[in-house]
T-cell receptor, first 110, second 113 residues
Framework: EDKVVQSPLSLVVHEGDTVTLNCSYE??????LLWYKQEKKAPTFLFML????IEKKSGRLSSILDKKELFSILNITATQTGDSAVYLC??????????FGPGTRLSVLP | DGGITQSPKYLFRKEGQNVTLSCEQN?????MYWYRQDPGQGLRLIYY???????QKGDIAEGYSVSREKKESFPLTVTSAQKNPTAFYLC????????????FGPGTRLTVT
C-alpha cells in the first residue's frame, strides 16, 4: 500500500535555528512530490519536485528529492515565528493519485 | 481509531451525471473542508464548513455543492456543471476553523469520461 512518512511529527526550535524536515515515501509509479505549509484554512503550496538532486529554493526554504532512496527534505534556515505551521508532504503516484503524509508540526519560539 | 474516511477510493462516471463523494470523520471536529488536487498544482479549496448546517464557498466552488446535516459528515456533489471534474478530491477536518492542524482523508480519485 502506498504511504508517505514524515519525521519528526513535531519540532520546537528557537528563532534563527535551521530545521530539516523529512519525507519518505513508498508510492507506485512516482510522478512528483509536493510540500505544503498548513496554516489557517488551506495549505500553501511550497514546492513540487520531480527530479533527483535538483534543489528548489524559495527565500529561506529549500527542498531536494532523492528518488533512489525515496525521500525528500525541506530545509528552513534562520527560522522565524511566522514559520510555525504544519508542513505537509504529498506524493503523486499511479493514476494521478496523491498520498499525503501526516505532517510535521513546527513551532518556532521567539 | 479516530480518523477521516473517504469512499470510494476510485470513482468513475459518465459526463453529465452528478456524483457525490463521501467524507466521514469521527474526530468530533467542527470544521471540515474539501480540496481538489490536480497534477502540477497546489491544493485548491472547494468548500468548507465551520459547523453543522453552515458552509462557505472556497476558491473554486463553481460546479460543486455540499451539505452538512451532521457533524460527522460533509459530502461533496460534483455536478454536471463542473467543467473539469476529473481530479483527486481530498477531505479534511480540524477542531476549529482557523486551526492549522487539519487531518486529511485518503482521498477519492474521480474520473469522468
Amino acid at each position: 500500500e502506498d504511504k508517505v512518512v514524515q519525521s519528526p511529527l513535531s519540532l520546537v526550535v528557537h528563532e534563527g535555528d535551521t530545521v530539516t524536515l523529512n519525507c519518505s515515501y513508498e508510492v507506485t509509479n512516482f510522478r512528483s512530490l509536493l510540500w505544503y505549509k498548513q496554516e489557517k484554512k488551506a495549505p500553501t503550496f511550497l514546492f513540487m519536485l520531480t527530479s533527483s538532486g535538483i534543489e528548489k529554493k524559495s527565500g529561506r526554504l529549500s527542498s531536494i528529492l532523492d528518488k533512489k532512496e525515496l525521500f525528500s527534505i525541506l530545509n528552513i534556515t534562520a527560522t522565524q515565528t511566522g514559520d510555525s505551521a504544519v508542513y505537509l508532504c504529498a506524493v503523486e503516484g499511479y493514476g494521478q493519485n496523491f498520498v499525503f503524509g501526516p505532517g510535521t508540526r513546527l513551532s518556532v519560539l521567539p | 481509531d479516530g480518523g477521516i474516511t473517504q469512499s470510494p477510493k476510485y470513482l468513475f462516471r459518465k459526463e453529465g451525471q452528478n456524483v457525490t463523494l463521501s467524507c466521514e470523520q469521527n474526530l468530533n471536529h467542527d470544521a471540515m473542508y474539501w480540496y481538489r488536487q490536480d497534477p502540477g498544482q497546489g491544493l485548491r479549496l472547494i468548500y468548507y464548513s465551520q459547523i453543522v448546517n453552515d458552509f462557505q464557498k472556497g476558491d473554486i466552488a463553481e460546479g460543486y455543492s455540499v451539505s452538512r446535516e451532521k457533524k460527522e459528515s460533509f459530502p461533496l456533489t460534483v455536478t454536471s456543471a463542473q467543467k473539469n471534474p476529473t481530479a483527486f478530491y481530498l477531505c479534511a477536518s480540524s477542531a476549529a476553523l482557523l486551526s492549522y492542524e487539519q487531518y486529511f482523508g485518503p482521498g477519492t480519485r474521480l474520473t469522468v469520461t
